[in-house]
């Protein structure tokens, strides 16, 4: 496999770590799978996009990930509620990771809003 992909990987895991966001590491699991198939890019349909050996891989991955750290689970923990009454509840869980629109997008919904009347 590629060494530049390596160092890659290894990055985004740093990456990942000092943000304590989890990662899904597939860099082991898809080397050995290109070793005992005796094919480095029998996981790749094009050098792209995955085969299906490729797809199943990952999903192995994500699925132990996702059962490891209960995350569906945790999600389904989650009280069911209106959808404003969700946002006040939740909203400011993600508050911090919601991107910032531009200045002109309110102008442009204060003056939709406005134009409904």
Do not use: C, K
């Amino acid at each position: 496999m590629n060494a530049e992909l390596a160092r890659y990987n290894t990055a985004t895991a740093q990456a990942a770590d000092a943000h304590s966001a989890l990662f899904l590491d597939v860099w082991n699991p898809f080397t050995t799978a290109a070793r005992l198939t005796g094919d480095p890019v029998g996981l790749w349909s094009d050098g792209v996009h995955l085969t299906a050996l490729g797809d199943t891989v990952l999903l192995q991955q994500a699925e132990h990930l996702l059962a490891e750290h209960r995350i569906v689970e945790n999600l389904l923990d989650y009280t069911l509620l209106e959808r404003d009454a969700a946002l006040a509840a939740y909203g400011p869980m993600f508050a911090r990771y919601r991107p910032v629109a531009p200045a002109h997008r309110f102008r442009l919904l204060r003056d939709l809003e406005g134009a409904g009347s």
